[in-house]
């Protein structure tokens, strides 16, 4: 099986920060939903916090290629449940869908929303990232099947159509989102890019090269002080990388400050 996956600097970057923000709740007896789990490491992540885990990607190859990594984790897999049809996903209800550099993959994104609203429960949050700036527009935007990149009001402004309030948006990974939008613009040949935007975006989340430059920026050393420092520019809108919270909550439309102010997760 050809799992060419290497966790790189933005991913372990945004782990980092989800992990904090989930261990901030109750997660015993919870649900999640993750859309587009890629290698499906994040899913070993919710398991091991305590969520019954539910997985749905479009790749049939992050089905095989995850199920392998899964299956490494006795103490985990039983908690942890990759969907095959797209149908199955809607037969219940979560108290978390998580879903991590997808929405930027989705032509018609208020409609991905509204069909993501109905798949929480009442007062259930969604966790999403998407890439950040439409100046920032590069060719590992259309390399990877991007239909867009988004600005802090605009996220904000979209999910508030859709029924969430919003609870926090963070621009993480910086500084060193500087150092890889230069390398990975630079990189990507688009014009030698002969997959389809569908096939670009099942790949997006699996397959890296394992070329010396993302061995050594994605080496948990040289990473270390990094995950100290995104957290001093969270608030800024410095990063090319948005990670939101939200919640489905039914009482008010409001945006959800008192989650934000109690939550323990302001700087």
């Known amino acids: 099986m050809d799992d060419n996956w290497l966790p790189m600097p933005r991913y372990k970057l945004r782990k980092d920060l989800v992990k904090r923000v989930l261990s901030k709740e109750a997660l015993s007896g919870k649900t999640c939903l993750e859309l587009g789990y890629g290698a499906g490491d994040m899913l070993l992540l919710y398991a091991s916090?305590?969520?019954?885990?539910?997985?749905?990607?479009?790749?049939?190859?992050?089905?095989?290629?995850?199920?392998?990594?899964?299956?490494?984790?006795?103490a985990l897999k039983d908690r942890i449940h990759l969907l095959r049809d797209r149908e199955e996903m809607k037969v219940g209800r979560y108290d978390y869908l998580l879903a991590f550099e997808v929405l930027e993959h989705i032509q018609d994104d208020l409609s991905c929303l509204l069909g993501w609203f109905e798949l929480l429960k009442d007062n259930g949050k969604l966790l999403i990232s998407v890439p950040a700036h439409r100046n920032s527009w590069g060719n590992s935007d259309v390399a990877?099947?991007?239909?867009?990149?988004?600005?802090?009001?605009?996220?904000?402004?979209?999910?508030?159509?859709?029924?969430?309030?919003?609870?926090?948006?963070?621009?993480?990974?910086?500084?060193?989102?500087?150092?890889?939008d230069v390398f990975l613009h630079k990189t990507y040949r688009v014009d030698n890019y002969k997959l389809t935007r569908e096939d670009r975006s099942k790949l997006s989340g699996i397959k890296r090269k394992k070329s010396l430059f993302n061995r050594l920026v994605s080496d948990d050393f040289f990473l270390a002080p990094f995950l100290v420092l995104q957290r001093c520019f969270l608030e800024k809108d410095l990063s090319s990388a948005l990670l939101v919270v939200a919640s489905k909550d039914l009482s008010t439309g409001k945006v959800d400050e008192v989650y934000r102010r109690n939550s323990g997760l302001q700087q």
Do not use: C, M
Request: aromatic fraction near 16%; charge should be positive.
């Open 49 to 74: 916090l305590g969520l019954e885990a539910f997985g749905w990607d479009i790749s049939e190859l992050a089905f095989q290629n995850a199920g392998s990594r899964i299956l490494k984790y006795p």
């Open 144 to 180: 990877a099947g991007h239909y867009r990149r988004y600005e802090r009001t605009g996220i904000v402004n979209l999910l508030r159509e859709a029924g969430f309030s919003v609870g926090l948006i963070w621009n993480y990974a910086y500084p060193i989102s500087i150092l890889l």
